[in-house]
């Protein structure tokens, strides 16, 4: 630093008090800096005028010209960013040669007292120091990997396992045990040669299948391999993705085969499962996170993981005891397992968190019970993983002890090149979780949906007194049959709305009226309601439809109270249709299954809902005898524009017809979508563009009218 007398001690106070520990040394000649760089290695380098009279054009040759400022910073080997303070603003004209001498920035100081001197002072010292920091990282990082890739280099050179590297199926790189197991010569000899040439060639399409698949360790393939001279032997192969000099690679393991295959990949996937849930276990799960940070550096692929955290286990398992919450453990990771399509990874990673691992191809469409609101099929990624969240709450519920509680928590997270480990990212998703707490609380709090703990006094006063209400959305048949066809939705009036405004739907209190048993009380409520209608109207060709909670169907009660209520009058059974969502189907078949076998004695028609949303819906659909069938809204996305999914929804219909099912479409928004979908042969249409839910039975249906000669002569 040059000597500036006042004004140098002045900018060292000025930086003391930003909170930086400085310790300077005042240099006035080339000699004294280039004596000083000798010493010790210095983090910034200050020059100030020597007087406040000199202009700026002798200051550069002073401190520029005499000084040959990089090159003695070359000589001494150092990195310090320099910058220069004046007396006035420099001209443009001059910054190429500042730069060349390695000034980083030019401050003005017509006085060190000025707070916007001061204010800029402090920002360009931290901002040079933080670079300065992030450079020295840099160096040391890039050394510790030269020396990491020269042991890794020796250690594949020296390991006596057959290892090799494939990009697009051709070796680039295979050890000396590798090349002996050949009886290749040299790398040279190998490199350049497909692995599959190295197969017998009536294996090598399995080889190749296993490649495709990638399978990342986990699992091995047996094969007869083929050496140089010709000669065959039996091995067992293991891949992994790593990268290799930059660029994406299949490391390849290959080890001549011994004992049985077949158990040894059971012991090798049983190492990689925890015991109780039957997912994968913590360093399992971590290690498929890193693998996706990789796929996100090297191939831009897009994933997040979804945590999932269990509240409530400890209370659980303090009341049922360690034996029992080891078995409620496994039932909630088959769950889990049943709600993912193939192919996605889930694992446990603590007592009370699981983690699913979500590609950008990976779905998880599910709806809500009430079925007038979101397009499960449009939804953005974040409203996929609230439906499967919810889904997956759905389910835990009848594994859940009689009056315990047992409840998921979810907080999200992106995977991409920014985090560089698996654990940061699951501790991004806790935050998240913490954070989506937070914000539902204060909205909750100023006003929006009611907060959780005033939903539950609020549906035990309507369930007291009546304070539920009512609507109803016409079904309508494309083809005339003379029904009147109505589905019941249910909504909360809030105490403080005297009349119907503000009303609550499901999506604010059904989930937690089923998390607190409510349920089922809430259904024969709406059943006693609709049972009075038919009583009243009297119409034989009216039909309603009733949406069942996840309670009523894992309850052994509402079936029996039922039938003692049609007792008196069995006619209404053919009218009452009770409606079930494919989503319980997937998560408590055994329920839906005896549930639906005990309607069939009451003759009690039954619709299933949702169809369509779970990987084998026909399957599903075999446990029960449905007579209605509601279309999952993604089967009737595009349909107007996408000619295969025009033949999907009327291959999907024609299997319905098939089992003698009748097919309804929901949530139609537009009239143009009737003649696409009476064209597919679909029965009926549900959707506001007939009309929105009502509190009134007022819709015009068609009546089938039959036109004789006599009827016209008369």
């Known amino acids: 630093m040059a000597d500036a007398g006042t004004d140098a001690e002045q900018v060292l106070n000025l930086l003391r008090r930003t909170g930086l520990a400085v310790q300077a040394c005042k240099i006035r000649t080339a000699t004294e800096l280039q004596e000083q760089l000798g010493k010790r290695q210095w983090d910034l380098l200050l020059l100030l005028p020597m007087g406040p009279q000199e202009s700026l054009g002798s200051l550069l040759e002073s401190l520029l010209g005499s000084l040959e400022l990089r090159a003695l910073l070359q000589q001494a080997d ?106 290749y010569a040299a790398v040279e000899d190998m490199v350049s040669i497909p692995l599959l040439d190295l197969v017998a060639e009536e294996e090598q399409g399995v080889v190749r299948q296993f490649l495709g698949r990638q399978q990342k360790g986990t699992a091995t393939c047996s094969f007869r391999a083929l050496r140089k001279d010709g000669s065959l032997f039996k091995a067992t192969m293991e891949i992994a993705v790593v990268p290799y000099e930059g660029q994406r690679a299949l490391q390849v393991i290959i080890r001549p085969a011994s004992g049985n295959p077949q158990l040894q990949n059971a012991v090798r996937a049983i190492h990689h499962r925890d015991l109780l849930t039957g997912l994968l276990n913590r360093n399992s799960t971590l290690r498929e996170i890193e693998l996706a940070i990789s796929d996100a550096v090297y191939d831009s692929k897009p994933a997040s993981v979804l945590l999932l955290q269990l509240q409530y286990l400890d209370e659980v398992t303090l009341v049922i005891g360690r034996s029992a919450a080891n078995l409620l453990l496994a039932d909630v990771g088959n769950l889990l397992a049943s709600l993912l399509p193939p192919g996605v990874v889930a694992g446990r990673v603590t007592a009370n968190e699981l983690v699913v691992l979500l590609s950008g191809s990976d779905r998880a469409e599910v709806d809500h019970v009430d079925g007038d609101h979101a ?57 998240n979780l913490l954070q989506r707490e937070h914000e539902q609380q204060a909205v909750a709090t100023d006003g929006g949906s009611p907060a959780r703990r005033e939903v539950l006094p609020l549906l035990h006063k309507a369930l007291a007194d009546d304070g539920f209400v009512l609507a109803f959305q016409p079904i309508v048949s494309l083809k005339a049959e003379g029904l009147e066809h109505y589905e019941v939705r249910i909504r909360l009036r809030p105490p403080s709305h005297g009349d119907n405004s503000g009303l609550l739907h499901p999506r604010d209190f059904m989930e937690i009226a089923n998390q607190h048993g409510l349920g089922e009380p809430i259904d024969q409520w709406v059943i006693r309601q609709v049972m009075e209608i038919f009583r009243q109207r009297e119409n034989p060709q009216l039909r309603l439809t009733v949406n069942l909670t996840q309670n009523s169907m894992s309850s052994a009660t509402l079936l029996p109270w039922l039938a003692s209520q049609l007792h008196d009058y069995r006619q209404i059974a053919e009218q009452l249709v009770l409606q079930i969502s494919e989503l319980d189907m997937v998560s408590a078949p055994d329920c839906v299954a005896g549930f639906s076998a005990r309607m069939q004695e009451l003759n009690l028609p ?57 097919v309804i479409a929901p949530m139609i928004d537009r009239i143009e979508l009737l003649p696409l979908l009476w064209q597919a042969n679909v029965n009926m249409v549900q959707g506001n563009c007939l009309q929105e839910p009502s509190e009134s039975m007022n819709f015009d249906f068609l009546q089938d009218e039959e036109i004789t000669l006599d009827s016209y002569s008369s």
């Not at 050179?157 to 070796?171: R, T």
């Not at 099929?377 to 993983?385: M, P, T, Y």
């Not at 920014?418 to 940061?424: P, Q």
């Open 78 to 183: 150092q990195d310090i960013p320099v910058i220069l303070l004046c007396a006035q603003q420099v001209d443009a004209g001059f910054y190429p040669g500042l730069r060349e001498q390695g000034v980083e920035d030019v401050l003005a100081m017509p006085d060190p007292d000025d707070p916007l001197f001061r204010e800029q002072l402090g920002l360009c010292v931290k901002r040079e120091l933080a670079n300065l920091r992030q450079r020295r990282m840099r160096r040391q990082l890039a050394t510790s990997f030269r020396e990491l890739e020269k042991r890794y280099q020796h250690l594949l050179a020296s390991a006596v396992e057959a290892i090799c590297y494939l990009q697009d199926g051709v070796h680039v790189y295979a050890n000396q045990a590798y090349m002996e197991l050949f009886a």
């Open 606 to 662: 039954l619709s299933v809902t949702h169809f369509g949303c779970s990987l084998n819906p026909f399957r599903q659909l075999s446990a029960v005898q449905a007579q209605y069938v509601k279309l999952d809204k993604a089967l009737l996305d595009q349909i107007t524009v996408d000619f295969e999914q025009r033949e999907k929804l009327q291959v999907t219909v024609s299997g319905l017809h098939a089992q003698g099912v009748m």
């Open 375 to 431: 397009d499960a099929g449009s939804a953005s990624h974040e409203d996929r993983v609230q439906l499967l969240v919810a889904d997956f709450n759905r389910g835990l519920v009848p594994l859940a002890p009689r009056n315990l509680r047992l409840l998921a928590r979810h907080g999200l997270a992106a995977v991409n090149g920014e985090a560089s480990d698996a654990g940061i990212i699951v501790d991004r998703a806790r935050r």
